[in-house]
């Protein structure tokens, strides 16, 4: 199993921000989180797009790697707060305010899938068996027992 990452450092953007988008990919195969970075309408889609095509690029050239970039799925994403810049703009009265310009680091990380050898049983699904009966008899406890009626008057 191949796994390879891609790291994009000081990026123009709020680690917050990037994360709304890579919440996006997380999880889906490479082609299904290339298709949604295309049609995100956020800034930041673009360059996570950047870092995701990267990462599947170093994928390729590690050894082992089975050749087909359909296999691999988006296993970790994740946006680290960078550096920011701190400036200053005039506010009446001559005070000033801060303006705090934010970078993150954005990093994805791509796994190919293994294939599947046999069929593998479901998780969590049950087993096939006859119902066991109950110990007051199964006509007793498979009739309802019947509503009391409401007086009208």
Known sequence: MVQASATARYVRTSAQKAGLVLDLIRGKSFPEAQATLKFARKGVARDILKVLESAVANAKNKDGFGGDAERLFV???????????????PAPMGRAFRVVKRTAHLTVAVTEKVAKAGAAPVRGARKASTPKPRAGGAAKAAAPKPRPKKATA
Request: glycine share 6%; proline share 7%.
């Open 75 to 89: 296993s970790a994403c994740f946006a680290n707060q960078g550096p920011s810049q701190k400036r200053v703009r």
